[in-house]
C-alpha cells in the first residue's frame, strides 16, 4: 500500500555530533571553484553491487540471506536485523575511503542497488544553498530530479528519515539526513518500502555522516599541525637570532670587565673593582641565560619519543680546571647521552656509565676530574650508596648541583640552592642567596625529616622560623623567605618535600637549602650561579656552561667522541 508518512529513527549511540559541511570549494550548482565536478566518480567496488544484492529474479536480495520463504512484507522472523551482512560490507569500504567523494561513491551505490532504486543522489547545504552530488555514470533515463524545498530542509533539521513524493514527476523518494546539512535521497524506491529497508538506509547515512565527520576532523589536525610546524620553526629563528644578537656585544663586556678586574688597565679602586666584579657576574650570568635559550630551541638534544625520569635528584660533581675526561654516572640512558651530547658540543671529552662497578674503576684507573652522580638513585639509594660507603662520594663532590629531572618538559629542574651538613650553615647560605646578612628578619619554613629530637639550633633570633613535619595546604596562605629541608638520608620524603617547596606560588620561586645532618663531608655545596637559578629552571645547558666558565683559563680538548658505556664495557 503506497503511503506518506514522517518516519522518525529509533535512537543511536553513534548519531551523536556526526554533523558534516560542504567544503568552501563546493557552489550549489554542482560545481566545485577549484574546477572539478560535485560528481563521485565510478568504483570497481559499486560496479558489481547489484548483482549481488538482487535475486536472478529481480526481487529485492534481502531474502538470500536465509532460507525462509517470501512473507507479504518482504521479510521473515529469521532474517537478520536491518541487513547487518549488507551493513557490515559498506561499513568496511566506508572505513576505507580516504576523500568524501569515495565516501558519497559508497553511499551512493550501496543505497541504490540495496534498495532498486532508480537513481541515489546526496544533496549537500552550504551558507543556504544545496549541492546535488550523484554518480557520473547514472543513465540518463534513470536519472531523477532531486526534492530540494522546505520539506528536506525540515526534515534535517530534525533529523528525520521521510518518504516524500515528487509533484512534478510524481515520484517517491526516500529522503535520509546524513549529519545536520546532507540527505541521501532515493528517487523511485520499489514498493513495498519495508521498514528493514528504512532502517538499512538510516544507519548507512549515519555511518557516512561519522565517516565524514573522522575525515574533517583529521583535515584540521593537519592543518594545525603545518601551522604549529611553522610556529615552531619561526620560534627556532628567534632564538637562534637572539642568541647571536647577543651574544657578540656579551663577548666585549666580559672581556672588558676582566681587563678592569685583572688590574691590565691599572689599580682601581676599591670601589671600581667591586663594580667591575659585579659587571662581570652580570655578564656571566647572561651567557649562562643565552645558553638556555640554546636549550629551549625546539630541536633540543633528547631524542624523540625519549622521556627522561622525572623524580630523581642529580648531583653535580667536581668542577675546575677541566683536563680530563667528565665522568657521567647515570641510571637514565636517554638522559646520559643528552648531556654528553651537550658536553661534547663545547669540546669535552665525556665517559658514560650505568653501572657502579664501573664508575669506580674509571675514577681509580683515569683523570677523571668532574663527575655526574646519582644523588637520589631511588627509595634505597641503590645507586648513589656504593660511592658514599667507599668514600668516592666526597671525592667527586667538591662543588654540588642539585637539579631536578622533571616531566613532561624533558629538562632539568632545578631542586636545591644550596647543600649543606648542619644548621649552623644556613645563614651562610641564606646571605648568599638572599643578599641579607644575620639581623634581616626572615620568615622561614624547616620542613623536618630526621628523627632527631632535638631543636633546630644556629638559626639568627631575628628570624621567624616554623618548624613542620608535615606540608598542610594552610602554611601557603602566609608568605616565605625561605625554604629549609632538614633530612638525615637521601629519601623519597626529602625529594617530594624539595619538590613541594620549590613549587611556584605567585610571583617568584622559594629558594630551598637541603640540610644532610649525616653527611660526612662539612664543606656547604651551592648550586652554580647563585640567586640567578631560584626563579627559573635549571636545564643541561646550565651545566654545560657551569663547566665553561669555571674552566675557561683551559684550553679545550677539541671535539672528542663520548663514551658510552652502558653494559660495563668501555670503549
Avoid at 212 to 227: P, V
Avoid at 261 to 275: F, H, I, K, V
Avoid at 441 to 467: K, M
Avoid at 558 to 568: K, L, M, N
Amino acid at each position: 500500500m503506497r503511503r506518506r508518512a514522517t518516519i522518525r529513527r529509533p535512537p543511536l549511540s553513534d548519531r551523536t555530533g556526526t554533523s558534516s559541511t560542504v567544503p568552501d570549494t563546493a557552489t550549489s550548482d554542482g560545481r566545485r571553484t577549484d574546477g572539478a565536478e560535485c560528481r563521485v566518480g565510478a568504483s570497481a567496488s559499486g560496479s558489481g553491487r547489484t548483482a549481488d544484492r538482487r535475486g536472478a529474479d529481480g526481487t529485492n536480495g534481502v531474502l538470500r540471506m536465509t532460507d525462509s520463504p517470501n512473507r507479504s512484507d518482504g521479510a521473515t522472523a529469521e532474517d537478520p536485523p536491518y541487513r547487518l551482512t549488507d551493513l557490515h560490507e559498506d561499513a568496511m569500504q566506508i572505513a576505507g575511503c580516504q576523500t568524501e567523494t569515495a565516501v558519497y561513491d559508497v553511499a551512493i551505490t550501496a543505497a541504490r542497488d540495496t534498495l532498486d532504486a532508480r537513481d541515489a543522489v546526496v544533496a549537500v547545504r552550504h551558507a543556504g544553498d544545496w549541492t546535488i552530488v550523484r554518480r557520473p555514470d547514472t543513465p540518463g533515463e534513470a536519472a531523477g530530479e532531486p526534492i530540494i524545498d522546505a520539506r528536506i530542509t525540515d526534515a534535517v533539521d530534525r533529523g528525520e528519515a521521510v518518504i516524500l513524493e515528487s509533484t512534478a514527476e510524481r515520484d517517491r523518494a526516500l529522503c535520509v539526513p546524513v549529519g545536520t546539512d546532507g540527505v541521501l535521497e532515493l528517487l523511485g524506491v520499489a514498493e513495498p518500502c519495508t521498514e528493514e529497508d528504512r532502517r538499512y538506509v538510516e544507519l548507512l547515512a549515519s555511518l557516512v555522516g561519522i565517516r565524514l565527520k573522522m575525515l574533517r576532523s583529521a583535515a584540521r589536525s593537519e592543518d594545525e599541525r603545518a601551522t604549529l610546524g611553522e610556529l615552531v620553526d619561526r620560534q627556532y629563528d628567534v632564538l637562534n637570532e637572539a642568541s647571536h644578537q647577543l651574544r657578540t656585544p656579551l663577548t666585549s663586556v666580559v672581556g672588558y670587565a676582566e681587563m678592569l678586574t685583572a688590574e691590565e688597565t691599572g689599580s682601581p679602586s676599591d670601589q671600581q673593582r667591586e663594580l667591575a666584579s659585579r659587571v662581570l657576574q652580570k655578564a656571566a650570568e647572561m651567557e649562562s641565560i643565552l645558553e638556555w635559550l640554546d636549550a629551549a630551541k625546539p630541536q633540543a638534544e633528547v631524542p624523540a619519543g625519549e622521556r627522561l625520569d622525572g623524580s630523581r635528584l642529580v648531583g653535580w660533581g667536581r668542577l675546575g680546571s677541566i683536563d680530563g675526561p667528565i665522568l657521567l654516572v647515570v641510571d637514565d640512558a636517554a638522559f646520559g647521552t643528552a648531556l654528553a651530547d651537550r658536553l661534547r658540543e663545547r669540546g669535552y671529552s665525556v665517559i658514560v656509565t650505568m653501572t657502579v662497578e664501573r664508575a669506580t674503576d674509571h675514577l681509580e684507573s683515569e683523570s677523571i676530574e668532574a663527575a655526574v652522580v646519582e644523588l637520589f638513585g631511588d627509595e634505597n639509594d641503590a645507586v648513589t650508596e656504593p660511592l658514599c660507603r667507599t668514600g668516592l662520594w666526597s671525592d667527586v663532590s667538591t662543588d654540588l648541583i642539585s637539579v631536578f629531572r622533571d616531566d613532561p618538559q624533558d629538562l632539568l629542574q632545578l631542586g636545591v640552592s644550596a647543600y649543606l651538613t648542619g644548621d649552623e650553615q644556613v645563614p651562610q647560605a641564606a646571605s648568599a642567596l638572599l643578599d641579607t646578612d644575620r639581623s634581616a628578619h626572615l620568615r622561614v619554613l624547616v620542613f623536618d625529616a630526621t628523627s632527631i629530637d632535638d631543636e633546630v639550633t644556629g638559626l639568627p633570633a631575628a628570624w621567624d622560623v616554623t618548624v613542620v613535619t608535615e606540608l598542610d595546604d594552610e602554611l601557603w596562605e602566609q608568605t616565605w623567605d625561605l625554604g629549609v629541608v632538614r633530612t638525615g638520608a637521601m629519601s623519597g620524603v626529602a625529594r617530594d618535600a624539595v619538590r613541594t617547596l620549590r613549587r611556584r606560588r605567585g610571583p617568584r620561586r622559594l629558594p630551598v637549602v637541603l640540610v644532610h645532618i649525616d653527611r660526612g663531608d662539612p664543606e656547604p655545596r651551592y648550586v652554580v650561579g647563585g640567586r640567578q637559578f631560584i626563579q627559573r629552571p635549571l636545564d643541561v645547558a646550565d651545566l654545560a656552561s657551569a663547566l665553561t666558565a669555571r674552566s675557561s683559563e683551559t684550553s679545550q680538548n677539541g671535539s672528542q667522541d663520548a663514551s658510552i658505556d652502558r653494559d660495563g664495557s668501555h670503549s
